[in-house]
């Protein structure tokens, strides 16, 4: 029971894992959701190399945010592990969110998350740079949302739809 006495909405908690390519909006996306600049933001690729962790707190909700490494394919031995480090995070996470960009193409990296367990949940970025079409592989999310980190279009509509995914989802 939630401490005002709401037996109707049992506070939750969970981890969510952001992924997507280099340059997607992951740490962009974690800095607007905790309103904070937590995670640095920068044109060049790879800025993050680790698992980065943000909270947002809501009445009915705790929400652990994890912001990885972009997938992608390199050769090199260190791109593999912070490939490998992202994946890692998602086989962990309570939700898998897919960052996409707006006018982007589906490839590769977006097909190493489409794969994993669900739930997944696709997020449309940079939306108010470009007009987004229609996405090959959404078919295979629960949902899909629309947002700009910059504006903070869809953003509230990003936190209920992960509220939604929540009724589907059996506790751990």
Known sequence: MSPAGDSESPHRAGLVALLGRPNAGKSSLLNRLVGEKLAIVSPKAQTTRGRLLG???RPNAQILLHDTPGL?????QFNKLLCERALETARDADLRVLLFEA???WSEAEERV???PPPLLLVRTKCDLANPGPVVGAERFARVVETSATTGKGIEALLEARKRLDRHVPPR
């Open 114 to 116: 489409a794969v994993l």
């Open 55 to 57: 909270v947002v707190t």
């Open 72 to 76: 992608h394919s390199g050769e090199r």
């Open 103 to 105: 006018d982007a193409t």
